[in-house]
């Protein structure tokens, strides 16, 4: 019986050790096939590094308002009797926009205007009687007084009826009608916007540490996203003599022509001043850039060193300077002619093979427009 149960005991024994063989022979086989195992080569696309030169320019984000506008309101209360212009129409200094009722007034200047013919025949007759001494020199100065007094009253009633007939203050676009015939306005009631279009202002500020590189008559470029695809360009026509003392700003003020009538009062505009001086720089796409909290890099394409030839990436640390479009400028870390990666920098790792294609992604660009922008 003890014999049965040792060859049992052996057999089992013999069974693991041959187990254990096997699998240390897989797992050896495993690793071997891993040391020996070469990855296939990433596809990226790549970009050569160049040198160019670009404008100096500061940025800011600012509005456009008009040269000229107004919200035309009436200055004296009435009832709406003629109006004449349509929402949105563009009008010439001096033409005539809304009249009022002013049937009251005509009825009141003709009565004053009857007491100073009045007042002029007792006057001429007041002179004709002073010269034969009939009347005092003080009676003829009263007829004076009476034919001036009446005559400023009559003056008065003119002014009020002149202050119900409006008319358009400066040539522009007139806005959406708010009043309709009929209507009792009172003073100070909005009546329509009218705006001059051409040209217009873009209003911005820039912080303190600018004042120094800006002066009237510098070039200035703005753009907005209501029209992606154009610029208008101007002049920085006004500085601001004191700044904000709660941000430390300068407000400016910079003259666009806007032929084309394009900017509207109150649209939201990207604005960049134009420095005269262009500096030398050496450009990337912004894509190829890997920020970290250590630092940014790039991964470089370079020969290989093995036997196998194509292509590796090395990763490089680089400072970044300023951007413009779709393209950084690179400070420090890179040299005229490097080619560096554009996409797939998140798949990479130092001394990756890696295989170029530049057909499969857009090209940068300095003035992006993206078609769904």
């Known amino acids: 019986m003890i014999k049965k149960i040792i060859l049992a005991v052996v057999v089992v024994a013999l069974v693991l050790v041959g187990l254990a063989g096997i699998k240390a022979g897989q797992i050896g086989a495993l690793i071997a096939f891993g040391k020996s195992f070469v990855p296939p080569p990433e596809t990226v696309s790549t970009a050569v590094a160049k040198e160019e030169k670009w404008q100096e320019t500061i940025p800011a984000v600012g509005s456009i308002s008009a040269v000229q506008g107004v919200r035309l309101t009436a200055e004296i209360a009435g009832t709406v009797q003629e109006i004449k212009f349509e929402s949105g129409a563009v009008v010439a200094k001096g033409d005539l926009l809304l009249r009022l009722d002013v049937s009251t007034e005509e009825a009141q200047l003709r009565a004053l205007d009857a007491q100073v013919e009045w007042a002029q025949t007792n006057l001429a007759r007041y002179k004709s009687l002073r010269t034969e001494n009939t009347v005092s020199q003080a009676e003829l100065?009263?007829?004076?007084?009476?034919l001036k007094q009446k005559q400023a009253n009559a003056d008065a009633v003119r002014a009020t009826i002149a202050?119900?007939?409006?008319?358009?203050?400066?040539?522009?676009?007139?806005?959406?009608?708010?009043?309709?015939m009929g209507e009792y306005l009172e003073a100070a009631k909005f009546i329509v916007s009218l705006q001059s279009l051409?040209?217009?202002?873009?209003?911005?500020?820039?912080?303190q540490q600018?004042?120094?590189?800006?002066?009237?008559?510098?070039?200035?470029?703005?753009?907005?996203?209501?029209?992606?695809?154009k610029q208008f360009l101007g002049t920085l026509t006004a500085i601001n003599p004191d700044l904000d003392?709660?941000?430390?700003?300068?407000?400016?003020q910079a003259t666009c022509a806007n032929q084309e009538q394009l900017l509207r009062p109150g649209m939201f505009a990207r604005i960049e001043v134009l420095l005269p001086?262009?500096?030398p720089v050496l450009a990337?796409?912004?894509?190829s850039v890997l920020s970290a909290p250590y630092g940014d890099s790039v991964y470089v394409v370079q020969e290989s060193t093995n036997s196998t030839g194509g292509?590796?990436?090395?990763q490089q640390f680089i400072r970044v300077g300023r951007a413009r479009g779709d393209f950084v400028s690179v400070e420090t870390g890179l040299k005229p002619g490097d080619r560096v990666v554009t996409s797939g920098i998140f798949k990479l790792r130092n001394g990756m093979s890696v295989v170029e294609n530049n057909n499969l992604t857009p090209n940068p660009e300095k003035k992006p427009n993206p078609s769904d922008s």
């Open 141 to 146: 100065d009263q007829a004076e007084t009476d």
């Open 163 to 180: 202050k119900k007939v409006i008319r358009a203050p400066f040539a522009g676009k007139l806005g959406i009608r708010q009043i309709n």
């Open 277 to 279: 001086d262009e500096h």
């Open 284 to 287: 990337i796409p912004a894509t």
């Open 210 to 229: 600018e004042l120094a590189r800006l002066k009237t008559g510098l070039g200035v470029r703005v753009t907005t996203d209501t029209y992606p695809d």
């Open 245 to 252: 003392t709660a941000t430390r700003s300068v407000r400016l």
């Open 198 to 207: 051409a040209p217009v202002y873009a209003d911005f500020s820039l912080p």
């Open 311 to 314: 292509l590796t990436v090395r």
